[in-house]
């Protein structure tokens, strides 16, 4: 084990004061400068999406190379746009995990660096704290966001059901027994003929299409628990694409797709908030967040139990540099701080955020 190097002490920053985010877990590159406030100074993100489109599915290695070649200048320019440079800056956070080795090497390296340089605090955020915290950005819930919230995490990678108790708390109360949300949005894209990543071209297609043309499963509705299961979904929609389709009908099967995983959704929410008595909101975030079905049917689900949906703004929702930078001012308010020889980890449960260092008070 190599011996922790004391790095400065965890101090919540001032609202003037600036703090720089860093993602690099999977195909965005985005980087984000924030006030110790909360309010968003500058962001960007450079999506990958054209560099790994031809192999219908993210490759890692030219994930890390493009992180590489393009992360330091999107910091310069972030810092540009904030009117500040890196000796204006009073803490760097950067997702280190979970995601893909290569680029959280990228990233977290250049937030070290930037750190050590300067003498100010390191945060090595947790991508699903990230986007588990970014509805409580002053922005997204001005009159603030009190715990306990439940979250579900809806993106291509991650399908979970968290009960969000505090910065560092966090309880997964279900998760997928198969694929993720999006991925199952995309393989039955991917059947329907459209490009990836399809889960809005499928949208776009289910819109006009009859959902009750065809009898598609709804796994795992009414289970205890809040697991989820979309293989089967899947399977069903490759069985009638295989019997052949038109126009109509492919429209008609988009729509049922989209219905059964609305429905699913909204089932597996009302299971898990009554298991979260206390919920102050029900919080949906991932890139499937952005399907209007699924808002729609969330929406039903938490006002069924009187809480209201938080959902970000849709590019608050997907991957971004804002919800690191934010994760990165709460883990400060809270008393914690990384030290410099904290290890990626592609692999990391929300509910292993012990940090490395006690908070303080
Ligand atoms: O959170 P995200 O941007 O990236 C990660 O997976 O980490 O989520 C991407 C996923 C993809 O599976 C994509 O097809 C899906 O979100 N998605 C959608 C929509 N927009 C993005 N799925 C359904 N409807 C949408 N409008
Ligand atoms: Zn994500």
Redesign the pocket.
Known sequence: MPAKQAGPEPVALRPDQLILGIES????TAAAVLRGDGTILAEAVLSQLADHAPFGGVVPEIAARAHLAHLPALVRRVLDHAGTDMAGLSAVAATAGPGLIGGLIVGATLGKGIAAARGIPYLAIN?LEA?ALTPRLPSVSPDGLRFPYLLL??????CQCVAVEGVARHRRLGTTLDD???????KS?KLLGLP?????????LAAGGDPARFALPRPMLGRAGCDFSFSGLKTAVAQVVGKGLDAAARRDLAAGF?AA?AAVLADRARHALAMLPGATALVV??????????RAALARAAAGAGLPLVAPP?PL???NAVMVAWAGIERLRAGLVDAMDHAPRPRWPLDQLAPDRPPVG
Do not use: I, K, M, Y
Not at 25 to 28: A, F, G, R
Not at 196 to 204: D, F, K, S, Y
């Open positions: 877990s999977c195909d965005e991508h986007h995490l809806l993106s291509g990678g991650h993720a949300v999006g991925e199952a949005f995309d894209a990836w990543p399809g889960g809005p071209h499928l949208e776009r989209q995983v975030a991932g890139g499937v967040a952005a399907n209007g079905a699924v849709v929702c997907t991957d």
